[in-house]
């Protein structure tokens, strides 16, 4: 069964638009939530994570993401987007010990 | 404080030869995982170890698939035979412990002809 879904592989924002990558994640127990980030020819970096702590986490960069039980979501946004924001994106899931990577979604970011 | 290191960074083989991948994690770093990243997909979990055992690798095609962590610090991943299937990016990584931050090494680029 799918554990983690991104909407999107593609989306293209403007320079100072607001950035939402969106992921869906399913989990019989409580989960831990993360976002990774990939440069290109980079390894992945950690942007945040959600632990079971404040819903709203604050990550690297400007971004955040808002863990939502009710609608399964951990969508992650940035008020502005940036030239050097461009890269692709997974969300994660850590079902204690099942650990899932959504499929990526790239981020554009036209000037 | 040094990351984790993989080695060789490429590597290019003919299909049914074997191949071996090799992974130094973060000093003291007790979790450490292997994932497979097919080009477009997201990382797949093959295989994660604490300290010397497996906890899970479910996803680890046992048939042509294997890999240890003698000692528990460095690890190896094996293929034998490889498909050309088996093209894709291994990462590897290390947490502190379960269900801490993992973080990763560059990969190592596979492509099998």
């Known amino acids: 069964a799918q554990s983690v879904t991104q909407l999107g592989s593609h989306v293209s924002v403007s320079e100072g638009a607001l950035v939402l990558l969106r992921c869906n994640y399913s989990?019989?127990?409580?989960?831990?939530l993360f976002w990774y980030v990939q440069y290109p020819n980079q390894g992945l970096q950690l942007l945040l994570k959600?632990?079971?702590?404040?819903?709203l986490v604050k990550g690297i960069n400007g971004f955040e993401a808002e863990f939502k039980k009710s609608e399964t979501s951990f969508h992650l946004t940035k008020p502005s987007a940036h030239m050097s924001d461009a890269a692709e994106y997974f969300c994660a899931v850590d079902n204690f010990n099942k650990f899932y990577f959504g499929s990526g979604t790239k981020l554009n970011v036209k000037p | 404080e040094a990351g984790v290191a993989q080695s060789p960074r490429y590597k290019i083989i003919e299909k049914r030869q074997s191949v071996a991948f090799w992974c130094n994690p973060i000093s003291g770093h007790a979790t450490l995982y292997w994932y497979q990243q097919i080009l477009g997909q997201g990382p797949k979990l093959l295989i994660q170890f604490q300290n010397n055992g497996v906890v899970d690798d479910s996803q680890l095609p046992k048939d042509r698939f294997s890999a240890e962590r003698l000692k528990g610090v460095d690890s190896t991943l094996k293929i034998q035979p490889a498909k050309l299937e088996d093209s894709a990016v291994y990462l590897c990584?290390?947490?502190?412990?379960?269900?801490?931050?993992?973080?990763f090494g560059p990969g190592t680029r596979l492509l099998v002809l």
């Open positions: 990584a290390s947490s502190s412990d379960r269900r801490e931050t993992q973080y």
């Open positions: 989990s019989s127990v409580p989960p831990y």
């Open positions: 959600y632990t079971s702590a404040a819903t």
